[in-house]
């Protein structure tokens, strides 16, 4: 399982664009790159997940270079909302009965200031 | 759009008492996941399921045990509450696209207190 490393928080302020770049070294070939968002008292949102290049949605877009082993989220002009931890994960951990465990780290602690 | 439900927001519960709390999900997911979250220790898998009465157990299972009987449902069961297994407990579903790529929808969580 490739371990992540993402910076433990980040301040911004409303309208600017915010990056939150995740290391992994040891990216497997089948692993894609997904990034979840939570919210305080809140599970964890789906946001985003890519294999290479860029991926867009409507909430966010995610680069990823050609070697893969980095990733990084891009949201645009940020609002207060967007005030959350958002986490980086790559692959699973595969288990010998045949399942899986998803680890999530610590995460991105993003600020937005007014 | 998927939907995770939760049966409570909030549960107070007193040492020793058994608790239930049930998950659904409605869009046909094979995965599903419980997840207890506590300040400074992140997320913690506790049980996992890929099939209906299948189950794996997780980082942290003791104290707990879980069911599912059907696709949609999966039960968490403290057999004992103590106070340490007052959290926030999350469930989460996923379709079976394979690990690598697992994207998993969770629901509102439970913040349970025992007493």
């Known amino acids: 399982l490739a371990k992540t490393t993402q910076p433990i928080s980040m301040d911004s302020y409303e309208g600017q664009e915010v990056n939150i770049t995740c290391s992994h070294n040891n990216i497997a070939t089948n692993d894609y790159i997904t990034w979840y968002q939570q919210f305080p008292s809140q599970g964890p949102r789906f946001i985003i997940q890519?294999?290479?290049t860029k991926v867009t949605n409507e909430v966010a877009s995610l680069f990823i270079p050609a070697d893969r082993k980095s990733s990084t989220l891009s949201l645009p002009r940020v609002s207060l909302s967007d005030t959350a931890v958002y986490y980086c994960l790559v692959g699973a951990r595969l288990l010998n009965t045949g399942g899986f465990k998803t680890i999530f780290g610590a995460g991105t602690r993003l600020f937005v200031k007014a | 759009d998927v939907k995770v439900t939760q049966s409570s927001r909030y549960l107070v519960k007193r040492t020793g008492e058994k608790v239930f709390l049930e998950c659904v999900q409605d869009m046909d997911h094979e995965n599903m996941f419980w997840y207890r979250q506590d300040p400074g220790l992140g997320l913690r898998l506790i049980y996992f399921?890929?099939?209906?009465?299948?189950?794996e157990k997780g980082d942290i299972p003791e104290g707990y045990s879980v069911s599912r009987e059907k696709k949609e449902r999966f039960s968490l069961i403290l057999e004992s509450a103590s106070t340490n297994q007052t959290s926030m407990y999350l469930c989460?579903?996923?379709?079976?696209?394979?690990?690598?790529?697992?994207?998993?929808?969770f629901g509102p969580g439970t913040r349970l207190t025992v007493l």
């Open positions: 890519g294999y290479k």
């Open positions: 399921s890929y099939d209906v009465k299948m189950k």
């Open positions: 989460a579903s996923s379709r079976d696209r394979g690990p690598q790529r697992d994207t998993q929808y």
